[in-house]
């Protein structure tokens, strides 16, 4: 790992839902894995948009520091806010993962970066870059509010979001 990137031991969701119980927040959204990683986590960088992904390729660009971007894209599959480039730069830039409230493309490149990234599914069609888009704010999906800082855990199991890092 590049130094300066936080370095997150590895969590199982189950585990971290038995130790922490209630605490721990379960997205009720079935994902997908498309990255070459399938276990992350880490705090959550936020953004919410739709059908526009200036501002996730704005934060992949920049330094994740072992994060993970948590995208509210109001689980529209019109668009992909995600493809191989976005990916190239996470992976890159030392995030964690991304964990997509709407689709991806580029499939085939993203399973080759090892970041995890988690959406509803695919779509070849790009956004527009008209600059929309709010980044740390309050995102709600899944039946879980999810805050600038909280802890992304996530595995095959599903995402579980907790507000410090649980210590198994």
Same mark, same amino acid.
């Given at each position: 790992?590049?130094?300066?990137?936080?370095?997150?031991?590895?969590?199982?969701?189950?585990?971290?839902?038995?130790?922490?119980?209630?605490?721990?927040?379960?997205?009720?959204?079935?994902?997908?894995?498309?990255?070459?990683?399938?276990?992350?986590?880490?705090?959550?960088?936020?953004?919410?948009?739709?059908?526009?992904?200036?501002?996730?390729?704005?934060?992949?660009?920049?330094?994740?520091?072992?994060?993970?971007?948590?995208?509210?894209?109001? @689980?529209?599959?019109?668009?992909?806010?995600?493809?191989?480039? +976005?990916?190239?730069?996470?992976?890159?830039? @030392?995030?964690? @993962?991304?964990?997509?409230? @709407?689709?991806?493309?580029?499939?085939?490149?993203?399973?080759?970066?090892?970041?995890?990234?988690?959406?509803?599914?695919?779509?070849?069609?790009?956004?527009?870059?008209?600059?929309?888009?709010?980044?740390?704010?309050?995102?709600?999906?899944?039946?879980?509010?999810?805050?600038?800082?909280?802890?992304?855990?996530?595995?095959?199991?599903?995402?579980?979001?907790?507000?410090?890092?649980?210590? +198994?």
């Amino acid at each position: 790992m590049t130094a300066g990137i936080l370095k997150t031991p590895r969590l199982a969701t189950a585990d971290v839902c038995d130790a922490v119980g209630s605490d721990a927040a379960v997205l009720s959204v079935d994902f997908r894995d498309f990255g070459g990683r399938r276990d992350f986590a880490g705090p959550a960088v936020t953004v919410r948009t739709l059908d526009d992904n200036s501002k996730v390729k704005e934060l992949l660009a920049g330094k994740g520091e072992g994060r993970v971007l948590v995208v509210d894209g109001e @689980g529209s599959c019109r668009t992909a806010l995600m493809g191989g480039n +976005l990916a190239l730069d996470a992976n890159r830039n @030392g995030w964690a @993962g991304v964990v997509i409230y @709407g689709c991806i493309r580029d499939k085939h490149e993203l399973i080759r970066e090892d970041i995890g990234i988690k959406a509803l599914g695919s779509c070849p069609r790009k956004t527009e870059k008209l600059g929309r888009g709010e980044i740390d704010v309050e995102v709600a999906f899944g039946g879980v509010t999810i805050h600038p800082g909280d802890w992304v855990i996530a595995d095959a199991d599903g995402v579980v979001i907790t507000r410090e890092l649980p210590e +198994l």
